[in-house]
C-alpha cells in the first residue's frame, strides 16, 4: 500500500510569530497574480538601469556564459514589471528571465530555470511535499532531509535555488533559502526556502514566450516546442503523490 505522508510545508496562509501579515503572505505573492491588477507599471527602462541589470546578472550568474547575449542583445530595451508584494520582473525580448523582491538579488525566473537548469543549484523535495509546492507553501526542511528529498552543498542563507521534484529532473518551483543548507541538514526542521515562484502560478501563467527561440539554436526550437508542450502537460496527479 502506500506509506502516508506527512505533508512538509506550512500552509501558505500560515503567519510567522510576530510577522506583519504582508511579509508572512510574501511567499504566496504571484499565487493570484494577476497581471491586469497586480502590475503597478511595466515600462520601459533608461540605458543606466539597464546596464546596472545586465552588470548584476553578469555578475551573480556568470555561468550563463555567451547565454548572457541571448537574454540580453546589446542595444535591445529592458523592461521592468513592478508588481505588488514589493516584487520587480526583468522582461527582455518579451520574456520574463529574473525577479526581485524588495531590494534583494535578482532571482532566475522558474521560466528561466527550465532554459538554464545549471544556472542556481537544485535541491529536491519528496514527493509528499510536491502537492504542498504547487500550491505555493513555503518548503519546510523535512521534505528536502526525508527519503526522496535531496540537500547538498553549502548554499547560504539567501542564496536562490531550483526546487526539483523527487522522481523528475525538471524545477517545479524557485525560491530563497532562509537558513544554510548545512544547517537545514542538521536540524530537519521549520521552513527553508521563501519568496517562491512554483509551476503554473500567476507569474508563469501570464509569461507564455513570445520569443521560443532564447537559449536555443533555431534550428532546435521547432523540437523544444515540442518538449515544452510535454512539459506543461506533465500533471503531478493525486494518486502518484
Known amino acids: 500500500g502506500h506509506s502516508k505522508h506527512t505533508p512538509h510545508t506550512s500552509p501558505a496562509n500560515t503567519q510567522g510569530p510576530g510577522l506583519p501579515l ?24 533608461k540605458a543606466s538601469i539597464a546596464r ?28 521592468l514589471m513592478k508588481c505588488s508584494q514589493h516584487a520587480t ?30 544556472l542556481i543549484p537544485s535541491v529536491t523535495v519528496d514527493k509528499g511535499a510536491i502537492k504542498h509546492v504547487l500550491k505555493g507553501s513555503k518548503i519546510m526542511s ?17 542564496d536562490p535555488v531550483m526546487v526539483l521534484a523527487e522522481g523528475h529532473d525538471f524545477a517545479i518551483a524557485v525560491g530563497v533559502l532562509t537558513i544554510s543548507a548545512e544547517e537545514i541538514r542538521e536540524t530537519k526542521r521549520g521552513i527553508c526556502i521563501d519568496d517562491i515562484l512554483y509551476l ?9 514566450p513570445k520569443d521560443e527561440t532564447v537559449g536555443e539554436s533555431e534550428e532546435k526550437s521547432s523540437t523544444n516546442k515540442a518538449e515544452d508542450q510535454k512539459e506543461e502537460e506533465i500533471n503531478f496527479d493525486d494518486e502518484d503523490l
Not at 96 to 106: C, M
Not at 200 to 208: C, E, T
Open 200 to 208: 503554473n502560478d500567476g507569474l508563469w501563467q501570464a509569461s507564455v
Open 142 to 158: 523535512p521534505g528536502l532531509t526525508s527519503k526522496g528529498g535531496k540537500i547538498e552543498g553549502d548554499m547560504k542563507k539567501g
Open 22 to 45: 504582508e511579509e508572512a503572505h510574501i511567499n504566496t505573492m504571484f499565487k493570484k497574480f494577476d497581471a491586469e491588477t497586480d502590475v503597478r507599471s511595466h515600462s520601459q527602462v
Open 89 to 118: 520582473v526583468v522582461e527582455s525580448r518579451g520574456f520574463l528571465w529574473f525577479y526581485r523582491i524588495r531590494d534583494g538579488p535578482l532571482i532566475p525566473t522558474l521560466r528561466c530555470c527550465h532554459k538554464f537548469p545549471d
Open 52 to 79: 546596472n541589470i545586465r552588470k548584476e546578472v553578469q555578475q551573480r550568474y556568470p555561468q550563463l556564459g555567451d547565454a548572457f547575449e541571448q537574454i540580453f542583445p546589446k542595444k535591445n530595451p529592458v523592461f
